[in-house]
């Protein structure tokens, strides 16, 4: 499977569209605009989570596969790529973070930031945030030191850390098995399935998002097939589940299991259309595409702690639908001048 010019397109919208859904709709909840009583909005972070996840899961299939037929790739390639690809970004932004958390400490006397500790900066660094062997399961020194929150005001890291180990999980079950070191393969495969089974299971935050991200690589698989259909039925499957969908998740919010499968449908029909279909998007559209998605990583990484910081210095301004505004655009140009010098050169292609 070879992904066309507009499929690629659709994809860099979706990512990009949903890393501007989070930040507007986290800058309005900071701001008071929304709360959780109005739980279509409030939801939709949530759901743009979901979106990034299923994303995520189908393109990296996509890439390990097309590699896959070259013999040299191993997963020793494959790590350097996801490590380049998320640390590129996540280090700078992190230690951004630090600093900003710390002047609004400062500066402003906010003393709320409870997350605001080395043993969070360093477990974040190693995707522990949120681990599930927290708690009594292990020695206390050992739970201490596993006990990690997102850092700081960088509550959004608690997704991350999921995906890491997604990514591991996966790149390991398809390129790491080795006939003469099956008990290594079969030890870090269980090491590694920690927290995408935990997640599926039973940690509460983003409970199932884990499903999200493997129902991405079954798009990919189902896709990957190269069976023809007739579109005709692909557009009513297109429509009904994406009506379905907003159903369900009007009821049951994004982390639906039920919810999250039929917008994967919705998500693989329109894979399919714009896979068969003579669609060109315009120049101008392309062009806006591809400057919103150049940054849309490094958004999503950074724009909380710097709306948290926005509101202890809009503190005094009384009209916060204007303050909320400022507040994402500036997210917006702190993130694109800070992808120009990491999330740039690693982008998944």
């Keep these: 499977m070879k992904l066309t010019e507009q499929s690629s397109l659709f994809l860099d919208f979706l990512r990009a569209f949903s890393a501007q859904v989070v930040v507007v709709f986290h800058a309005a909840s900071l701001f008071g605009l929304i709360n959780a009583k109005q739980q279509l909005l409030y939801g939709l972070p949530s759901q743009a989570v979901v979106t990034f996840f299923i994303l995520s899961g189908f393109l990296i299939a996509y890439s390990t596969f097309n590699r896959q037929k070259n013999s040299e790739y191993s997963f020793s390639k494959y790590f350097k790529s996801r490590f380049k690809r998320i640390y590129s970004t996540l280090i700078p932004v992190i230690i951004l973070a630090v600093l900003i958390d710390y002047f609004t400490i400062v500066y402003f006397h906010n003393n709320q930031f409870k997350a605001y500790t080395l043993q969070n900066f360093i477990g974040n660094i190693l995707m522990l945030q949120n681990h599930p062997l927290q708690g009594n399961l292990l020695p206390q020194s050992i739970s201490n030191f596993i ?203």
């Design 147 to 349: 006990n990690v929150n997102p850092f700081g005001t960088s509550v959004q890291l608690w997704s991350l850390s999921i995906e890491w180990w997604c990514y591991m999980l996966f790149g390991w079950l398809m390129l790491g098995y080795n006939p003469h070191k099956k008990f290594v393969y079969f030890f870090l495969l269980l090491l590694l399935s920690i927290i995408p089974i935990a997640n599926a299971g039973f940690l509460e935050r983003g409970k199932g998002i884990t499903w999200c991200w493997f129902e991405g690589v079954s798009v990919f698989f189902f896709l990957n097939l190269n069976k023809k259909y007739n579109l005709k039925i692909i557009y009513l499957i297109l429509i009904g589940s994406l009506l379905f969908f907003m159903g369900r998740y009007y009821n049951k919010g994004a982390y639906d299991m039920l919810a999250s499968i039929l917008f994967t449908i919705f998500f693989a029909s329109a894979i399919y259309v714009f896979q068969n279909v003579n669609f060109k998007f315009n120049d101008f559209v392309k062009r806006i595409i591809k400057f919103f998605v150049g940054y849309s990583y490094t958004l999503f990484l950074l724009h909380y702690c710097v709306i948290c910081l926005l509101i202890n210095v809009f503190s005094s301004i009384q009209n916060k639908f204007i303050v909320c505004i400022i507040s994402i655009i500036i997210s917006n140009a702190l993130a694109y001048l800070l992808s120009l010098f990491t999330e740039k050169d690693y982008r998944l292609k």
